[in-house]
């Protein structure tokens, strides 16, 4: 069973920058969109990067500019570089394995103002 496991949070000042891991226990990438995720206090897991299998991305309005989402398919790892942060960025963040529905268990990033 693929595990997938984040790394690299933190707390981090407003304007500041983190890079976010997600290595998988497999290769997968040729078989499964990779996302990354977040989910704040009181609200709803929302999509903030997807890369396809094809290695296209999208990214939610609220980030684009500032994250960019890329993989290393020899080390079977998705990365979320996160740049000019912001407070509202604050959320636990989960790496997501589309095709396999499978969740990592999320890093958290807090940015204070």
């Known amino acids: 069973q693929v595990q997938l496991e984040e790394s690299g949070g933190g707390l981090v000042q407003a304007g500041g920058s983190l890079r976010l891991s997600c290595a998988a226990s497999?290769?997968?990438?040729?078989?499964?969109?990779m996302g990354w995720y977040r989910q704040a206090p009181g609200k709803q897991r929302e999509t903030v990067a997807l890369?396809?299998?094809?290695?296209?991305?999208t990214y939610a309005d609220s980030v684009k500019g500032r994250f960019t989402i890329s993989r290393d398919n020899a080390k079977n790892t998705v990365f979320l570089q996160m740049n000019s942060l912001k407070p509202e960025d604050t959320a636990v963040y989960y790496c997501y394995a589309l095709n396999l529905r499978r969740w990592g268990q999320g890093t958290q990033v807090t940015v204070s103002s």
């Open positions: 890369i396809y299998i094809t290695g296209s991305t």
């Open positions: 497999g290769s997968i990438f040729n078989t499964n969109t």
